[in-house]
């Protein structure tokens, strides 16, 4: 079965700090993206990348940064927390016919 | 652009009964697939069901959906519902217009199950 592992599992950040969300997958999937779940607003899509050293914005981009240097690494990168960014985040690969997601990060901005 | 609507964020039902999750979808483009995914508390959304078939009947663990094209749904169902089918439940949608074949999610209804 698909693995799609993410670390830190839960991460306490403060307001003004950097952050770094890691994801790795050993599915020699093309496709990695990265999305916040906040309640009453489902899943929603930050970036994205279909290829090593590329990525794409997603829906709500502004404040995340991301990196695929490798195509089983995809990063996301808040290089200013801030207070909103609160949520949990979700990684996930994709074959044509399904996402796999990982288990999540829990990020608490104070 | 696409987008997927749940109306109801909590369903409440008794073990035994019937369920039924709304999802109505907008998109622009034909060659979209529609997707339920669930997710037990904790744990990472997985794949509950997937068609791109108009009219045809999607089955799996119980749950089952159909596609309706005409009326832009692609509803959950399940005759007899478990104490073990309380999550959350998101509709999606994924499709070329989007370019990346993301998977455009509803805002997820919340089924809890009671004894």
């Known amino acids: 079965e698909a693995a799609v592992t993410q670390s830190p599992r839960s991460k306490v950040a403060v307001t003004g700090g950097k952050v770094t969300l890691s994801c790795h997958q050993t599915?020699?999937?093309?496709?990695m993206y990265w999305y916040r779940q906040d309640t009453g607003h489902g899943l929603r899509l930050i970036h994205y990348?279909?290829?090593?050293?590329?990525?794409e914005k997603g829906d709500i981009p502004d404040g995340y940064k991301a990196s695929r240097p490798s195509q089983e690494n995809f990063s996301l990168i808040l290089e200013l927390a801030s207070l909103s960014q609160t949520a949990v985040y979700f990684c996930?690969?994709?074959?044509?016919?399904?996402?796999?997601f990982g288990p999540g990060t829990r990020l608490t901005v104070l | 652009g696409d987008s997927v609507t749940q109306t109801e964020g909590l369903v409440t039902v008794t073990e035994g009964l019937p369920v039924m999750l709304n999802c109505t979808y907008q998109?622009?483009?034909?060659?979209?697939?529609f997707f339920w995914y669930v997710q037990y508390l904790n744990e990472a959304p997985k794949l509950l069901l997937r068609?791109?078939?108009?009219?045809k009947r999607t089955e799996h663990q119980g749950f089952h959906a159909t596609l309706h094209k005409s009326s832009s749904s692609f509803h959950l169902q399940k005759s007899s519902v478990q104490l073990s089918d309380s999550a959350l439940y998101y509709c999606?949608?994924?499709?070329?217009?989007?370019?990346?074949?993301?998977?455009?999610f509803g805002s997820g209804t919340q089924l809890t199950v009671m004894p």
């Open positions: 990348s279909y290829v090593a050293d590329s990525t």
């Open positions: 996930a690969s994709r074959t044509n016919a399904e996402q796999f």
């Open positions: 999606a949608l994924s499709g070329a217009s989007s370019g990346s074949w993301q998977l455009i």
């Open positions: 599915n020699n999937h093309d496709y």
């Open positions: 068609s791109s078939t108009d009219n």
């Open positions: 998109t622009a483009y034909s060659d979209v697939a």
